[in-house]
């Protein structure tokens, strides 16, 4: 398994402590430590209550949700919010995950890329059209329609915070995307800036003029 403390693929152990039967499941606790960051995960699994060795499903009790590489602090926390939200509830809800990203996503492109307000498909069209992105940034957003499947979930383009189904990995694609696009529109962008001011600075106790 992959711990969701830090992300460590590591061979689960499992070890199980049985709480009660009902009607419908066996439930037990499942736990493990990570021998990589020494945390522990805690899961609640349900079995078959009369094959108490059929596991049907588990769900993730400790941590609360999957960690991600924790964001830079130039990225605005009115955006860092939603994301790390969006995080917090993947492993619970794939569907309010990627509602929380969406609306992240194009509140993002309104704002650092300047792109008229519409529905999230017709702003994804001119953002692609205006030639500003990279290539690697142009075909990872152009593939949102294709995953999201716009044209059969509307809902998704046009009210993005919306709850509803989603496609096999798109929660965790919008996720992947909206740190390339934080790191694009504002962790770049401020390391430079440190960059030259730093360098401004040493150009100006040498007595020269700072760059332009």
Not at 25 to 50: S, T
Not at 96 to 109: D, F, M, P, W
Request: with cysteine.
């Amino acid at each position: 398994m992959k711990c969701p403390h830090c992300l460590t693929s590591f061979h689960h152990k499992i070890k199980a402590l049985d709480i009660e039967a009902d009607v419908d499941r066996h439930w037990r606790l499942l736990y493990d430590v990570c021998p990589n960051c020494m945390k522990i995960v805690i899961q609640l699994g349900a079995y078959h209550p009369k094959a108490t060795q059929s596991l049907i499903e588990s769900f993730l009790v400790y941590p609360r949700g999957i960690s991600r590489s924790p964001l830079s602090d130039d990225v605005p926390e009115k955006f860092a919010e939603d994301y790390r939200e969006a995080c917090l509830v993947l492993s619970n809800s794939p569907k309010a995950s990627a509602a929380l990203s969406r609306r992240c996503l194009q509140n993002l492109v309104r704002e650092a890329a300047r792109v008229k307000p519409s529905n999230l498909s017709n702003e994804i069209d001119e953002l692609l059209s205006s030639g500003g992105l990279p290539s690697y940034l142009a075909d990872g957003i152009d593939a949102i329609r294709n995953i999201g499947n716009f044209a059969a979930h509307p809902i998704k383009s046009t009210n993005t915070g919306e709850i509803v189904g989603v496609e096999p990995g798109e929660a965790e694609w919008l996720l992947d995307l909206l740190e390339r696009f934080f790191d694009f529109y504002f962790v770049q962008p401020a390391i430079l800036n440190r960059k030259r001011e730093a360098l401004n600075k040493k150009l100006t106790d040498a007595g020269k003029p700072p760059m332009k």
